[in-house]
């Protein structure tokens, strides 16, 4: 269903546009478009919490960051086999997030944006800490990983091989919010005592997407690494997850797409205004807020809506007056 | 007399210096209806929340099915067969009717951690759940999004819900709350098309309903059973009339129809 149609067809277009670009724009925006795409994937895993869990988390830079730095370590070390470090990187994020998620997940509300960001920030002191690391510093990395036979030295080839990652997160994420599971966390998010009454228990839930997001990001770190080739405790900071929530709702919450337009949105802003004022956030904060007030979804929402292809990611579209007089004469009852 | 399903033992819950369960011993049999009914404040919520698990009585206990559940949490009482329904509409709404039940069947599975199978492609789940829809009145509102539909709609899915964790118990917490005539009249007889399948405990203030639906009813008042026993015993009960339907109040005015 989604595959094809309307909604389908832009998909395809956008994916069109991310192969073809790269041969034409050199290699300045081939770079850009490849941080685009990793941080289009950590806005993703924000997306999975915020969007399909109702968990705001103001601490998902620390998972991105602890991928970066296991990542950046072994790299240092010498094992440069992508294909060994990588998925190790996520390892370590996902147990982090693991360690977090199930401290944190016992409170809710404002109270779990506030643990996630204090947690977020033992990581980044501890990362700061780390004297023979470069401590506040970082540090650089020798080189990129290699994946079997290919160079990722080459930054076009290396945006090809993020950008193939991001379309199978997309995918994979994809599979899980429509699965049983992903029925049980958007559950949870609509109604958990609700959710709780029919007899799922929230916690293990939250705490499983809590783990897959943390994975997610460990990868985008991971990928960040490699593409600057250096890593500091900047990549954990607290503004970042910050930039993370303003991804996914300049760009859509509850999307899975909506994010990596609010990254490519969020970054291109930055890059151009950047270039006339070290204060663009003073026409940023005005942008996000407007986004709030006056547009219903973001930037996903509004070309989905724009083309027409508005019916809800997998659900059957109803013709909502009718239905409801078609159902003033099925009275309760009256099956039995 | 028959064997209980739910015992309530000596149950008290205090907030401050508002004791607002104050010694409730109450069983239920298996296979009646037994209706709860008190004046506003009476301690009905607060029993109800004790009995599904989102509060901790301070003393006393719950056996459910011959087990003590006073220390389980919600989700794990659910699965042991004590359904609900809330007192204000409590459903999914992001997910259709339909989906709203479905994740109710899969709810009675022993996990859903399973994570790559569109759950709206499994017909273990969705089979149920539209027989479910159809079995409170909804068939034709199958696809509608949960949100909108209206507060009559709305009550009979949660009964839709609540049927489908394949529970030995219904805990009804005012099926009939904010509903019209018509739409209580409807649910009345959807009630009384459940009885006798399932133990229900029922909680309401709809004299109407309560009279021809209960086989039994116990009057709840300042957190204290004051009476219990049929519906003829409690119409005829000297202390309930005081309490709770008021002196002036004939006995027309309670009339059963059932």
Not at chain 1, 275 to 285: A, I, R, S, V
Request: hydrophobic letters at 50%; aromatic letters at 8%; proline letters at 3%.
């Amino acid at each position: 269903m989604t595959l094809f149609g309307r909604r389908g067809a832009l998909l395809f277009v956008l994916l069109a546009v991310a192969i073809a670009l790269p041969p034409y724009c050199g290699t300045y925006y081939t770079r850009f478009a490849t941080q685009i795409a990793i941080y289009g994937m950590a806005a993703l895993s924000v997306d999975l919490l915020l969007g399909y869990s109702g968990l705001i988390t103001f601490g998902q830079a620390a998972l991105f960051g602890v991928g970066a730095y296991a990542a950046g370590m072994l790299t240092v070390y010498g094992l440069t086999d992508a294909l060994l470090t990588w998925p190790l990187a996520i390892l370590v994020s996902m147990l982090f997030a693991l360690a977090i998620g199930a401290l944190s997940l016992r409170t809710r509300g404002f109270q779990f944006i506030m643990v996630t960001l204090a947690f977020a920030q033992m990581v980044y002191y501890f990362a700061q800490s780390l004297r023979n690391w470069g401590g506040d510093d970082g540090f650089t990395l020798p080189q990129r990983d290699s994946l079997k036979f290919i160079s990722l030295a080459d930054h076009t080839t290396f945006y090809y091989v993020v950008l193939v990652l991001l379309v199978l997160v997309v995918l994979l994420a994809n599979r899980i919010v429509k699965s049983e599971f992903g029925m049980v966390i958007r559950g949870i998010r609509d109604n958990e005592r609700r959710a709780a009454a029919v007899g799922f228990p929230p916690y293990p839930y939250k705490l499983v997407i809590f783990v897959i997001a943390g994975g997610i990001a460990g990868l985008a770190g991971a990928l960040m690494a490699n593409h600057a080739k250096f890593v500091s405790p900047a990549t954990m900071s607290w503004q970042l997850s910050g930039e993370l929530l303003a991804m996914v709702i300049l760009g859509s919450a509850n999307s899975l797409i909506g994010p990596i337009l609010g990254a490519a949105f969020f970054l291109a802003f930055r890059d151009v205004l950047s270039d006339f004022t070290e204060h663009w956030m003073l026409f940023f904060g005005p942008l996000l807020v407007a986004r709030v007030l006056l547009v219903k979804d973001g930037i996903w929402g509004m070309l989905v809506r724009a083309t027409g292809a508005d019916d809800k990611l997998g659900e059957p579209k109803v013709d909502f007056p009718e239905a409801l007089e078609r159902a003033a004469d099925s009275k309760p009852g009256a099956a039995k | 007399m028959s064997e209980s399903l739910l015992e309530i033992e000596h149950l008290c819950k205090a907030f401050g210096a508002l004791v607002a369960t104050d010694g409730v011993t109450l069983a239920i049999r298996k296979g009646e209806t037994h209706a709860l009914i008190g004046p506003n404040g009476a301690g009905k919520t607060t029993l109800v929340g004790q009995l599904t698990g989102e509060l901790r009585p301070d003393a006393g206990r719950i056996i459910f099915d011959g087990r003590d559940i006073t220390e389980l949490s919600t989700a794990r009482r659910a699965r042991l067969g004590l359904a609900r329904s809330f007192q204000i509409t409590s459903i999914f709404d992001s997910f259709t009717a339909e989906g709203n039940v479905a994740l109710a069947v899969q709810a009675t599975e022993r996990h859903s951690f399973r994570f790559w199978k569109p759950a709206e492609r499994i017909a273990r789940l969705r089979q149920p759940a539209r027989q479910l829809i159809a079995d409170v009145g909804l068939s034709r509102l199958g696809n509608v999004i949960a949100s909108k539909m209206s507060h009559g709609q709305h009550r009979q899915l949660e009964l839709g819900m609540a049927l489908a964790t394949h529970p030995t118990m219904l805990l009804l917490d005012e099926p009939m709350a904010g509903l019209g005539i018509e739409e209580s009249r409807a649910m009345s007889k959807l009630l009384a098309s459940v009885k006798g399948q399932y133990t229900i405990l029922l909680i309401e203030h709809d004299m109407d309903a309560v009279f021809s639906l209960a086989d039994r009813i116990t009057v709840l008042v300042g957190g204290r059973i004051v009476a219990s026993g049929t519906a003829d015993e409690i119409r005829n009960h000297p202390g309930v009339r005081v309490a709770y339907l008021g002196e002036e109040d004939d006995a027309g005015d309670v009339r059963a129809n059932g």
